[in-house]
C-alpha cells in the first residue's frame, strides 16, 4: 500500500514563508523520484519541486530561486521550502513518487491547501 501524506499547509501572510512535508510509506523511498506540485483556482497542475534519489534537483520557473526540496532518506521524508509567498502561490500542494519496480508508476498525495493572505 503506498501511502504519501503531507502536511504544513495553512494561512500564511504574504512575504512570509511555509515548510510542507510528506511522509511516504509503501515504496522503495530511497530510489524513488520524488516531487511537489500544486493546482491553484481555475489553474492546471504544475511541477514546483523535484528531487531524484541521486539529490538532483529542479524548480519550477515560478518559485526558483526561493524555495529549497530535500529528502530524508531515513525517515522516508520529502521537504518543501516556499518562501517570499505571493498571494499567487495559493494552491493545493500535493506530494508526487515515481517508483521503479516491473514498471515506473507514480503516485499522489491526497494535498495540502496553502492559502497566501493578508
Known amino acids: 500500500q503506498v501511502q504519501l501524506v503531507e502536511s504544513g499547509g495553512g494561512l500564511v501572510q504574504p512575504g512570509g514563508s511555509l515548510r510542507l512535508s510528506c511522509a511516504a510509506s509503501g515504496i522503495d523511498f530511497g530510489r524513488d523520484t520524488m516531487g511537489w506540485y500544486r493546482q491553484g483556482p481555475g489553474k492546471k497542475r504544475e511541477l514546483v519541486a523535484g528531487?531524484?534519489?541521486?539529490?538532483?534537483?529542479v524548480y519550477g520557473d515560478p518559485v526558483k530561486g526561493r524555495s529549497t526540496i530535500s529528502r530524508d532518506n531515513a525517515k522516508s521524508m520529502v521537504y518543501l521550502e516556499l518562501n517570499s509567498l505571493k498571494v499567487d502561490d495559493t494552491a493545493v500542494y500535493y506530494c508526487?513518487?515515481?517508483?521503479?519496480?516491473?514498471?515506473?508508476?507514480?503516485?499522489w498525495g491526497q494535498g495540502t491547501q496553502v492559502t497566501v493572505s493578508s
Open positions: 528531487i531524484t534519489s541521486g539529490g538532483s534537483t
Open positions: 508526487h513518487a515515481l517508483t521503479y519496480g516491473s514498471r515506473t508508476e507514480e503516485h
